[in-house]
Structure formats: structure tokens, C-alpha cells
């Protein structure tokens, strides 16, 4: 949470309980952020750029990247206001609607990026592990309808982020104000538990399964098979590596914080909780930025894709739908 004046607030405390400095956060956030920013921004449009102008006919893998693209790059052009106010100690210059809308941007676009990986690891799950009957259904219009779903799924689920962030003249709530603290913390567990647990759950089943496959002996395909299942296996552990790195450390610390306010724990236990909360919420950022490590690898920087593509044609159709699929 963002607090006033460098102090936290616990469940009924009266005006405030518990004050502790949080002057690293002004150093952290706005350097982690300028970071991810930078590094992010290039690799997303440079990926966007790849996939518009590089690819002619989008396969559902194609699809989903590229949601995930547009999801991460509208994240980070939140970024730089976010910078500008952490910066600047937690002094929103801004109005109070564009609070609200940036907060919503923030958050819609990060369980946007949670929920296309997800769709990412089940598409390519059903190519792996059910080739054959995957064909029937699997394809292109599915699949843009499926981001569709996302989406609004999304919207509608973080809209009440809108109503719950409030500003005070000064700062610009990461959670809202205390009178509607408790309100906001059962919608945030509500989001946690099916925007990343769920999620988080079915992207270790898929990977999982797709790496007992992937690990079966096979004299189909030769030296082209080896490579195809060694690039799926980097693509799982890239996949595995933002979830548990970026996503699974943000969640867990952010949920422990809001539940340490809310019982009113003491003061050294809510402090704790708080600093390791901000100090993960740059990873959480960070995977906009590993992100388009997955698109330049899924066929294989797209350069060899675009050169082999008349040779694919004139392969088998399940073998083509394989290598679309690894």
C-alpha cells in the first residue's frame, strides 16, 4: 500500500498506529521501474514489430503473443507516472480520475500478461500432448475469440479498481482508503485466487505434462525433433521461471501485508511485511521485460520460421502442426 506521510495503518488504528520510514521505496521503485521501462519498451515493440510485419498468417500461438505483447507494453507505458510519483515522495500531481485509471491499467494489464501465458502453456500443452485431436480444436478464430474472453474478463474483474483507489490530495492509493480497506482486501484475495492461483496451477499441470512428453524417446523427426523438443523445454522454463520468479514472490508478500493490516499484527511484523511487499514489486514488473524472450523464440527468432515456411507446407500436416505447436 502506498501510505501517508511514510506511515502504514492497521486494521482500526486510530490515526496511526504503526510508523516506520519507507524512504528506500522512493530510491527502489522509481529505479526498478525506469529499468524495466527502458529494457521493456524496446523489446516489446521490437516483438510487436516482428509479429505485425514479419509474420503473414497468424498461427493461435501468433495470437496469444501478441496479446500478451499489447498487454505488456500498455503495463509499462503506465510506468512513467508511477516513476514521476514515487519520485517525487508519494505527491500525485495528478487528478484523482487519472489515479484510478492508471492503477487500473497497472493491474488489468498484469493479470492480462498472467492469463495469456496461461492460454500460451495450454495452447501449446494441446499441440504436444494431443497432436492428432488438438487439430480439430485449435485454430485461428478460436483462439481470437478466446482473447476476446480474456479480455473482458479482465476488465470487468479489475474494474472495481476504479471505485476502491482514491486519492488524498497527495498520494495515490495502491489499495484504497482505510474506511474500505476491508472490501478491497476480499476482492484482492478474490483476484489472487483466480487471476493467479488458478492460473499458477494450471500453467504447472500443462508444463508439467508437456514435459514428460517432450522427455519420451522418439525416432520420428530426427535432428528437427531433438531441436524442437529442446526449444519447447526452454520455452517451459521460461514460462515456469516468470510465474515463480515475478509472479508467485509479488502475490505471496502482498497478500501476507494486507493480512498482517488487517489483524492488526505488531508494528515489527507489519513493518517487515511491508518493505519485503515493495521490495518484490519491482519483479513483478520485470516480466514484461522476459516476456519477448518467448516470442523471438517460438519460431525460432521468426527469421528461420519466415525461411522454412514453404518447406513446411510440403511436410505432413501433423508434422506441421507439431512444429506450430512445440
Known sequence: MDTLNGSSLAKNATPYRCKFNEDFKYILLPTCYSVVFIVGIVLNITAMYAILFRIKHWSPNTIYMMNLTVCDTLYI???????????????????????????????????????????????????????????????????????LIVWAVVLVAQAPVLYFSRTNGQVCYDTTSKDLFEYFLMYSSAITVFFFLI?????????????????????????????????????????????????????????????????????????????????????????????????????????????????????PEESKHLSTNL
Not at 508437456?210 to 530426427?222: D, F, K
Open 77 to 147: 507505458l503506465t510506468l512513467p507516472f508511477l516513476i514521476y510519483y514515487y519520485a517525487d515522495k508519494n505527491d500525485w500531481p495528478f487528478s484523482e480520475a487519472f489515479c484510478k485509471l492508471i492503477r487500473f491499467l497497472f493491474y488489468s494489464n498484469l493479470y492480462g500478461s498472467i492469463l495469456f501465458l496461461t492460454c500460451i502453456s495450454i495452447h501449446r500443452f494441446l499441440g504436444i500432448c494431443h497432436t492428432v485431436r488438438s487439430m480439430q480444436w485449435v485454430n485461428a478464430r478460436r483462439a481470437r475469440l478466446t482473447s
Open 199 to 315: 492460473p499458477f496451477g494450471v500453467v504447472l499441470v500443462c508444463n508439467g505434462m508437456m514435459v514428460r512428453t517432450l522427455l519420451q524417446p522418439s525416432t520420428i523427426g530426427g535432428a528437427t525433433s531433438r531441436h524442437s523438443k529442446q526449444k519447447s523445454v526452454r520455452m517451459i522454463v521460461i514460462v515456469l521461471l516468470v510465474f515463480i520468479l515475478c509472479f508467485l514472490p509479488f502475490h505471496l508478500m502482498r497478500t501476507i501485508y494486507y493480512y498482517f493490516r488487517y489483524f492488526d499484527v505488531n508494528c515489527a511484523l507489519l513493518e517487515g511485511s511491508s518493505i519485503a511487499y515493495k521490495v518484490m514489486r519491482p519483479l513483478a514488473s520485470a516480466n514484461s521485460c522476459v516476456d519477448p524472450i518467448l516470442y523471438f523464440m517460438a519460431g525460432q527468432g521468426f527469421r528461420r520460421g519466415l525461411t522454412q515456411r514453404s518447406k513446411l507446407r510440403k511436410k
